[in-house]
């Protein structure tokens, strides 16, 4: 019960990471706490969908407060790069959030908070990409095994 336990903490955390700027992957935890049998499948989606949407929720909130750091020589995204994000985001819409599971989506979610998309959507958007992803990733996972 312990190990299952640490087994999901570190998936929980290798999601959460990997949802925000940081470079982690959680496919690798994932995969291998499923071959494992580490803990029963639902809860490995569960844990692993959870972590990756909060993770996404911390971009949402740096992009509430980029505007104000933006033109500062030390931020990292210049003016035109900002203007074009919001202008794609405009264009497509919150509908982007479904690629959130994407390795680019993380930018999605920081601009999804930056265009101040209400929560309730973002959280239901965004849900629905992180989890369907690692269903989809479990179904591939036993197909293979």
């Known amino acids: 019960m312990l190990a299952s336990l640490a087994a999901l903490g570190t998936l929980f955390a290798a999601a959460f990471g990997a949802a925000t700027i940081l470079p982690f992957q959680s496919e690798v935890v994932f995969v291998a706490l499923q071959v494992q049998e580490a803990a029963p499948l639902f809860w490995i989606i569960t844990v692993a969908s959870i972590g990756n949407i909060l993770g996404s929720v911390v971009n949402y909130?740096?992009?509430?407060?980029?505007?104000?750091?933006?033109?500062?020589?030390?931020?990292?995204?210049?003016?035109?790069q900002l203007d074009r994000a919001q202008a794609w985001y405009e264009r497509w819409g919150v509908w982007t959030l479904l690629l959130s599971w994407a390795p680019f989506g993380d930018g999605f979610t920081v601009v999804a908070g930056i265009m101040r998309t209400p929560v309730w959507l973002f959280l239901l958007l965004v849900s629905i990409a992180k989890t369907g992803r690692y269903v989809v990733l479990a179904w591939a996972t036993a197909a293979a095994t």
Do not use: Q
């Not at 740096?62 to 003016?79: A, K, N, Q, T, Y």
């Open 61 to 80: 909130l740096m992009g509430l407060g980029v505007e104000r750091f933006r033109g500062s020589r030390w931020f990292p995204v210049s003016d035109r």
